[in-house]
């Protein structure tokens, strides 16, 4: 079984990163395969509408999308973590969910997987649970099943997060509820 961890922020190696490697290093441990895809340094172009994906699974755009659908199509579970920017989540993330329109036209292909959220802000209070909301929506809008910490919404957690320990028992807690959930589906 395999999680899928996605990086929403632009900064490789930055908090979001790091929240995620924390993540996926729960699941490694849990006996997952993984696999990270980090937004820092890709490739990827709005969507225009242009209305190829009705016809053909893989967008006509020479990016890095149809790489990244294809890892998506490939987990039994999807963790997201975005940095919170205005309140939401970061404009690149939000590139990369409207591009993964072809896996629901061509069947709902992330149907039933488990998927998780996570946010950092540069606040305590700066917009994670509204960013971790629009992460959701993007989630029950492909037909994914939603969990969060067990507890409350998912990961809430402040830069710098390496000193955040409240932050990081959320994320922890997250992971862990992604994993059982993914566990309990498939036995
Ligand atoms: C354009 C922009 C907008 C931001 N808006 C918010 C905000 O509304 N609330 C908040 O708590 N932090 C805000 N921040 C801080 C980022 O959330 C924080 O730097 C980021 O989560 C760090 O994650 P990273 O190291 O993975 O990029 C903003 C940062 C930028 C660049």
């Not at 989540?89 to 629901?104: A, H, N």
Request: hydrophobic share 35%.
């Amino acid at each position: 079984m395999k999680i899928v961890g996605i990086s929403g922020s632009s900064s490789s190696g930055g908090n979001n990163s790091r929240l995620i490697d924390r993540s996926l290093d729960i699941a490694k441990k849990r006996g997952f395969t993984v696999e990270k895809i980090s937004l820092a340094g890709t490739s990827i172009s709005p969507c225009t509408d242009c209305g190829a994906c009705r016809e053909e699974k893989y967008c006509p755009f020479d990016d890095d999308m149809n790489r990244i659908n294809d890892i998506l199509e490939s987990a039994d579970g999807i963790i997201v973590s975005s940095p919170v920017y205005f309140g939401t989540l970061s404009g690149q993330l939000k590139t990369m969910f409207d591009r993964t329109l072809p896996l629901r036209r061509h069947g709902f292909l992330l149907k039933d997987k488990v998927g998780a959220a996570a946010a950092v802000g540069g606040s305590r209070n700066g917009g994670q649970e509204y960013t971790i909301w629009s992460i959701h929506i993007w989630m029950h809008i492909q037909g994914m099943i939603v969990v969060g910490d067990g507890n409350h919404f998912g990961g809430i957690a402040q830069k710098d997060v390496d000193s955040d320990n409240e932050g990081i028992k959320t994320i922890e807690d997250t992971a862990n509820k992604l994993c059982d959930t993914v566990e309990m589906l498939s036995s």
